[in-house]
C-alpha cells in the first residue's frame, strides 16, 4: 500500500503561485502514476494533472496547461505541484492521487492524500 502525504497549501491573493508537494511512501512498482485532482464545494472531484514516475510523461486537464505544472523527485519520492496565475476559482481542497492508470477520473486511482486546501482571494 501507498501513502500520500500533501503539504503546501494555504491563502494566496489572486495572480500568485503556490506550489503542492506530495510525499509517496510504501511500496509500489514501475508504471505507477501519481496526479492531482481537486473539488470546491458542492462540485465534483477534478482532475488536474498527473505524472508517471518513470519516464516522466506529464497529463493535464485542458482548462489548466500553462498555468500549473506537475513534476517529481524520484530520488526524494515527492510530486510537486506548481500553480501560477491563481484565480479565485482555483480555491478547493487539492488531494495527491497514486495508482497504475493515468485517467481523469478519479475511481481510477487506488491511493489517496488527505488533501490541502488552497485558497485564492479576489
Known amino acids: 500500500q501507498v501513502q500520500l502525504v500533501e503539504s503546501g497549501g494555504g491563502l494566496v491573493q489572486a495572480g500568485g503561485s503556490l506550489r503542492l508537494s506530495c510525499a509517496a511512501s510504501?511500496?509500489?512498482?514501475?508504471?505507477?502514476?501519481m496526479g492531482w485532482f481537486r473539488q470546491a464545494p458542492g462540485k465534483e472531484r477534478e482532475f488536474v494533472a498527473a505524472i508517471r514516475w518513470i519516464g516522466g510523461s506529464t497529463y493535464y486537464a485542458d482548462s489548466l496547461k500553462g498555468r500549473f505544472t506537475i513534476s517529481r523527485d524520484n530520488a526524494k519520492l515527492l510530486v510537486y505541484l506548481q500553480m501560477d496565475s491563481l484565480k479565485p476559482e482555483d480555491t478547493a481542497v487539492y488531494y495527491c492521487a497514486g495508482g497504475y492508470y493515468i485517467t481523469t477520473h478519479p475511481t481510477d486511482f487506488t491511493d489517496w492524500g488527505q488533501g490541502t486546501q488552497v485558497t485564492v482571494s479576489s
Open positions: 510504501g511500496r509500489f512498482f514501475s508504471g505507477y502514476a
